[in-house]
């Protein structure tokens, strides 16, 4: 019988987290281009990307039958979407500062939250090995 230590939530943690800095460079970019001409916003479809990173929807069409085959899925930047959700200006840029900032904040929390998470099951698994606890 195969020990595992490490959970799947270990695993799912750690794409979160992934998902979460990469919503943060797509979001920090329409900050620095908020005056930039025809600039549109963009957005990560993070419950898709999640649901990619997680095995719910494998795109990958192809069966590796060697482990050092590549992936022909995608490099990911298929959840990078435009995010047509604010007023387009006189300059045609449609990034809103106040809500950018507010996304950015948001996501700052779930990366946050998802390292305290993590945080607590290593604790859990320190304490599981000192023989103290459970």
């Known amino acids: 019988m195969e020990l595992k230590i490490f959970d799947k939530?270990?695993?799912?943690?750690?794409?979160?987290?992934?998902?979460?800095?990469?919503?943060?460079?797509?979001?920090?970019?329409?900050?620095?281009?908020?005056?930039?001409?025809?600039?549109?916003?963009?957005?990560?479809?993070?419950?898709?990307?999640?649901?990619?990173?997680?095995?719910?929807?494998?795109?990958?069409?192809?069966?590796?039958?060697?482990?050092?085959?590549?992936?022909?899925?995608?490099?990911?930047?298929?959840?990078?979407?435009?995010d047509n959700t604010g007023a387009v200006g006189a300059d045609g840029n449609n990034v809103d500062l106040d809500i950018t900032m507010g996304k950015l904040s948001r996501n700052s929390a779930t990366y946050e939250h998802s390292v305290s998470l993590l945080q607590m099951k290593l604790r859990l698994l320190r304490m599981a090995a000192r023989g103290r606890g459970v």
Do not use: C, W
Request: proline residues 4%; without cysteine.
């Open 9 to 82: 939530t270990f695993g799912a943690l750690e794409r979160r987290m992934d998902l979460a800095l990469k919503r943060h460079t797509v979001l920090s970019s329409n900050v620095a281009n908020a005056e930039t001409p025809n600039y549109r916003a963009r957005e990560v479809d993070f419950a898709g990307a999640l649901k990619q990173a997680l095995g719910a929807n494998s795109s990958d069409p192809l069966e590796k039958t060697n482990p050092k085959h590549m992936s022909v899925g995608g490099s990911g930047q298929e959840f990078i979407t435009f």
